[in-house]
């Protein structure tokens, strides 16, 4: 999420800087509006982290849970997943999500398409069973054995407060389409500017003007992969749970598809995204969601209630740990 409109918001993020590890479960995820002069940096600069990464690699080391034994680990591909050769800072990959998280009894996963945006979540890299959710900062906010953490996905969060739900979901679905080769990889800010990555690599930037945003010619052209992380932070900054309920496609009930997700709209909002789908010969189905969260943190899949990450489609509404019960008329579809 990026941004409120609501200039206020400010300085109430500012104090959400300060809050410990509670207020990051409590509060929401949702980020403050620059407009109306305040900064569009965003809060609190990146720390070594020495304490979480330490965490991290004694945890990795930690038994299995029961998701991770499902099948032999498949080595991800970085031509698909680039971030995890571009010297960002991300969790070791050890296998993917489909390796991971086996279909229940009596159910199988649905078909999705050959170089689908579905087909690229359910191959994302996933790290070792046992490793902790880690803010941007390298701070543990979930132990790898907290009950409602199925996983971790081997994706980097960046240095910054800027990858949090709905950008973790932007995220995801740019990686799909600039890995796919297709060039129309765009979103819009809260205010509903238009943010193309085509115009951005030929140099234009677009900042603050006024109440809403303004494009100038700034830079060099350029599409390395440094860019095309900077375009996403950019991005992340602008955008939001309300933009993007706004923005995306309706999904029926039906419908639902991996890739799809829930969104509630607001300041604070949430958003979690349907990373694998199966259906049981009784036509029931169940969802693996993973989330980003406020502070920006690893990515993760959700587990609900016992040892099952597969989460129930057939109730009147999607309950997740974190957050209140999505209803259906909120799930949503990027293109």
Request: charged share 25%; with cysteine; glycine share 10%.
């Amino acid at each position: 999420m990026p941004l409120a409109s609501l200039p206020s918001g400010m300085a109430f993020v500012r104090v959400l800087a300060a809050f410990t590890v509670f207020a990051a479960v409590v509060v929401g995820c949702e980020k403050p509006s620059p407009h109306a002069g305040a900064s569009a940096e965003p809060k609190g600069a990146p720390t070594p982290g020495a304490t979480g990464a330490a965490t991290l690699a004694s945890s990795s080391a930690s038994a299995a849970t029961t998701e991770g034994t499902a099948a032999a680990k498949t080595p991800p591909d970085p031509k698909r997943y680039p971030w995890l050769e571009d010297g960002s800072k991300h969790p070791a990959a050890e296998g993917s999500l489909v390796d991971r998280f086996a279909a229940p009894s009596g159910f199988a996963r649905v078909k999705v398409a050959a170089g689908s945006f579905g087909e690229y979540l359910r191959t994302l890299p996933v790290a070792a069973p046992g490793t902790p959710v880690l803010s941007f900062r390298g701070d543990v906010l979930r132990e790898g054995t907290h009950p409602h953490v199925a996983a971790v996905v081997a994706i980097d969060v960046g240095g910054r407060d800027l990858q949090q739900c709905a950008d973790s979901i932007v995220r995801l679905h740019a990686e799909w389409r600039r890995a796919s080769g297709r060039g129309d990889v765009s979103y819009k800010a809260f205010s509903g500017f238009e943010m193309p990555y085509a115009r951005y690599r030929k140099g234009d930037r677009f900042h603050e003007a006024g109440n809403d945003l303004a494009w100038s010619h700034d830079a060099k052209e350029g599409d390395s992969r440094e860019s095309f992380r900077k375009y996403l932070d950019a991005v992340f900054t602008y955008a939001n749970t309300v933009a993007l309920a706004r923005d995306a496609k309706k999904v029926e009930r039906d419908q639902l598809a991996p890739g799809d997700f829930f969104v509630q709209g607001g300041t604070p909002g949430h958003a979690v995204i349907v990373l694998d789908l199966v259906e049981g010969k009784d036509g029931k189905r169940k969802a693996l969601l993973g989330q980003g969260f406020m502070p920006a943190q690893n990515f993760h899949v959700l587990r609900g209630d016992g040892d099952d990450a597969w989460f129930s489609l057939d109730a009147a509404t999607i309950a997740t740990p974190f957050w209140e019960p999505f209803a259906w008329a909120s799930a949503r579809r990027l293109e």
